[in-house]
Each structure stands twice: as structure tokens, then as C-alpha cells.
């Protein structure tokens, strides 16, 4: 079975960093990608940066871009999102994702082209 399990949320002040988890199992972790995707209140879901695992190249999109730093420890079937300098507009639900299929990167910055999607951990950026 196929989980994806995210963790690290939480309540941070303006300014604050914090670091996000996602612990992948079900499948080989090496032949797949992964990326990180946010959901503020009252707003669509946006993609942050994705990372395929054979490669461990990180592909960053806009939306926090040069806040955010995705990494992955392949021995432990687990990949990172390091967010520095939050604020407010940054409080959302954070999910992780992942696709076994192997896509050019242009598909992997297309929501759906995830197959798994992890439950997310909410972080609220607030004093």
C-alpha cells in the first residue's frame, strides 16, 4: 500500500522558519518524484517544487521560490521542504505527492500528474 505521510506543520510567527516532512512507503522510492503542493484558505491548491528522486534535482515554482529548499534522504524513504521567512500568506494546508510514472518535467508541474497524495499538515503563520 502506498502512503505518503506529511508532517512538520505548525504554528510559526511572521519571519519564522519551519521544516516539513514527508515520509513515503509502497514503493521503490528511487524511481519516483515528488513534490510539494499548497492550499490556502478560500484558494486553489498551488504547486511549490518537486524533485525527481533519481536525480535529486530540485525543480522550484514560483509561488516560493527562493524561501523553500526541498531535499530528500533517500535511506530513510523521505523528502524535506525547509521554508524560511513565512508569513501570513503563506498559512495553508501542505501536501506531498508522488508519481511512480516516468514523466518529462514539464507533466510533473501538473497537479495531476500525481498519482498518491499525502493527508498534508496544516501551517499557520501568524503572532
Known amino acids: 500500500e502506498v502512503q505518503l505521510q506529511a508532517s512538520g506543520g505548525g504554528l510559526v510567527q511572521p519571519g519564522g522558519s519551519l521544516r516539513l516532512s514527508c515520509a513515503a512507503s509502497g514503493f521503490a522510492f528511487d524511481d519516483v518524484a515528488i513534490g510539494w503542493f499548497r492550499q490556502a484558505p478560500g484558494k486553489q491548491r498551488e504547486k511549490i517544487v518537486f524533485?525527481?528522486?533519481?536525480?535529486?534535482?530540485?525543480i522550484y515554482e514560483d509561488s516560493m521560490k527562493g524561501r523553500v529548499a526541498m531535499s530528500s534522504d533517500n535511506a530513510k524513504n523521505t523528502v524535506y521542504l525547509q521554508m524560511n521567512s513565512l508569513n501570513a500568506e503563506d498559512t495553508a494546508v501542505y501536501y506531498c505527492a508522488a508519481t511512480p510514472r516516468r514523466l518529462i518535467v514539464s507533466a510533473l508541474s501538473t497537479q495531476t500528474s500525481y498519482d498518491y497524495w499525502g493527508q498534508g499538515t496544516l501551517v499557520t503563520v501568524s503572532s
Open positions: 524533485i525527481k528522486i533519481s536525480d535529486g534535482i530540485p
